[in-house]
């Protein structure tokens, strides 16, 4: 469960969220909800007596912790992922609709217009 909150929230929330401090915090808001209703239920079917159960009733499941540590650092990767992207779409939309309100165009090779290219030599 909580890969699947980290693949399906961690990229968008970084791509449509301007801030980046507001993209981790609602990735660790969705995933730490997600990872406690995971364990819960793993612990509910280990206390219920299940036939498989996810940890042995006698030992401490440190590798559990170790999977979820990762799954929770490769979502805070993939909401800075997003972030770059994000942010290079924002730029090249306002560079565009800069170039639009103006009447000029912009130069595909130095990203100036063309009307700033010719006065700044």
Known sequence: MIAI???LCAFPLGYFLR???AA?????IAYLWAFVFQGIY???DMLDGGKNPAF??????????LVAA??????FGLVALGHRVGRGRRERRQLSSRSSRTGTRVSAASGKTAASANVAG
């Not at 981790?24 to 660790?28: D, G, K, L, R, S």
């Not at 042995?56 to 912790?65: H, R, T």
């Open 24 to 28: 981790n915090t609602a990735y660790a």
């Open 70 to 75: 990762t799954i929770f650092a490769v979502g």
């Open 5 to 7: 909150v980290t693949i």
């Open 56 to 65: 042995e009733p006698d030992s401490f499941p440190a590798s559990y912790g």
């Open 42 to 44: 793993l612990m509910l």
């Open 19 to 21: 801030s980046h401090l």
